[in-house]
């Protein structure tokens, strides 16, 4: 491992030890950790965590590959070169609502919209 991934590694160690004091924390002035709280709870805390956490990862990885996506793409069906815009949409992730942040081209050729990174043409 390298001395960037190294720093990395320990940097993201600290954000998560520093994310867990905070939800911690919180579940305690919830009431949710009592005096000695089951281990059920603690654990279920730890996995809503990890959801928010998978929830916020989703969305920035999206608008990050969107970020870096070409601005025109060619048609799949005639190879017209088209406008790529970004679109938002919701979607139910496995760990709750996303919104993603996809691209979409519109051939007005073939009067059909296509999302060049499902079709290959993207990052």
């Known amino acids: 491992m390298d001395a960037k991934q190294l720093a990395r590694q320990v940097r993201k160690k600290q954000l998560l030890r520093e994310l867990a004091e905070i939800h911690c924390q919180e579940r305690k002035e919830l009431g949710v950790f009592a005096e000695t709280p089951h281990y059920g709870d603690i654990e279920r805390a730890a996995a809503d965590l990890g959801k928010q956490l998978s929830c916020e990862v989703q969305e920035l ?4 590959i969107v970020a870096d996506s070409p601005t025109q793409a060619a048609c799949p069906t005639c190879g017209a070169m088209c ?3 970004a679109k938002r ?7 709750g609502p ?12 073939c009067r059909r919209s ?6 290959g043409d993207g990052p």
């Open 61 to 64: 990885a999206t608008r990050k």
């Open 83 to 85: 406008d790529v815009t």
């Open 89 to 95: 949409r919701t979607v139910e992730s496995i760990d």
């Open 98 to 109: 996303v919104e993603l942040t996809e691209t979409v081209a519109n051939c007005r050729r």
């Open 114 to 119: 296509f999302f060049p990174s499902a079709d």
